[in-house]
């Protein structure tokens, strides 16, 4: 896969996140964006999916995984595997 095509997925993904965000407060919302109605478990599924990226493009990912280890219990509830490899 493209290091470019990686880099501006994680720009465009980091910006659909910025969109959703208050869903982190709010998680009973449901936001509008992009025509398409994002959820609790969206929000979480695209940490996951920006977390591979960066994690393949050599950002240090410490911040995550020290949430989503935090938060395993709550990942799993929602059928989410973060660990990669």
Not at 11 to 37: F, H, S
Not at 39 to 55: C, G, M, P, W
Request: proline share 1%.
């Amino acid at each position: 896969m493209n290091t470019t095509w990686r880099t501006e997925e994680l720009r465009r993904l980091n910006q659909t996140m910025k969109a959703i965000e208050i869903l982190a407060e709010q998680p009973d919302l449901a936001v509008i964006y992009q025509g398409k109605a994002w959820q609790y478990r969206d929000l979480l599924e695209l940490s996951v999916r920006i977390f591979r990226l960066a994690q393949q493009e050599g950002y240090d990912v410490q911040a995550f995984e020290l949430w989503f280890a935090k938060d395993a219990e709550l990942f799993a509830r929602y059928g989410l595997e973060w660990r990669v490899g």
